[in-house]
T-cell receptor, first 111, second 114 residues
């Protein structure tokens, strides 16, 4: 069965420190992977998708098929990065709306 | 464009009752997905509708059902409510095609079952 694991419930760092939010997945095919973010009192929204290979708000994520991981990284954390982050997997090429989410990691960036 | 809207935003029901939640997608979006969010299980996929047909289904009992109308609006129904159905129900809409497409989420409906 498909599964997404985010091992850390809470990650606390100081402003300016590097951040890595871990995500591991279980899927035998070729997954489409996403990071969604939920800021306080806002809706869940897409941060980035692996196929785009883009950097959004300084965040990047690389798909490592050998390690079945899709960790989210940022070299210098900012206070406004504090939020709930969810890793998600789609096994229909991302063209259908059936995402499998990890349980999320709460990132807290201290001043 | 207006975002995804969900009604009602809050709902309190009693065990054994049934409930219907509504979702209006972003204009032009034909796919509507429903998710249940609880502190223990996190975000879990319920089902997805596309062009008035259920295209994908998660691992939930048959008490959970849905439908989609010709204008892409969707409703979700839960019958014979149980205490464990208390959750935030999120609706998301997206374009559909070759993907991968971003899902746009609504604010959710907070259901409390007493």
């Amino acid at each position: 069965a498909q599964r997404v694991t985010q091992p850390e419930k809470l990650l606390s760092v100081f402003k300016g420190a590097p951040v890595e939010l871990k995500c591991n997945y279980s899927y035998s095919g070729s997954p489409e992977l996403f990071w969604y973010v939920q800021y306080s009192r806002q809706r869940l929204q897409l941060l980035l998708r692996h196929i785009s290979r883009e950097s959004i708000k300084g965040f990047t994520a690389d798909l490592n098929k050998g390690e079945t991981s899709f960790h989210l990284k940022k070299p210098f954390a900012q206070e406004e990065d504090s939020a709930m982050y969810y890793c998600a997997l789609s096994y229909n090429g991302g063209s259908q709306g059936n995402l499998i989410f990890g349980k999320g990691t709460k990132l807290s960036v201290k001043p | 464009k207006a975002g995804v809207t969900q009604t009602p935003r809050y709902l309190i029901k009693t065990r054994g009752q049934q409930v219907t939640l509504s979702c209006s997608p972003i204009s032009g979006h034909r796919s509507v997905s429903w998710y249940q969010q609880t502190p223990g299980q996190g975000l879990q996929f319920l089902f997805e509708y596309f062009s008035e047909t259920q295209r994908n289904k998660g691992n939930f009992p048959g008490r959970f059902s849905g439908r989609q109308f010709s204008n892409s609006r969707s409703e979700m129904n839960v019958s014979t409510l149980e205490l464990g159905d208390s959750a935030l129900y999120l609706c998301a809409s997206s374009l559909s095609g070759t993907g991968p497409y971003e899902q746009y989420f609504g604010p959710g409906t907070r259901l409390t079952v007493t």
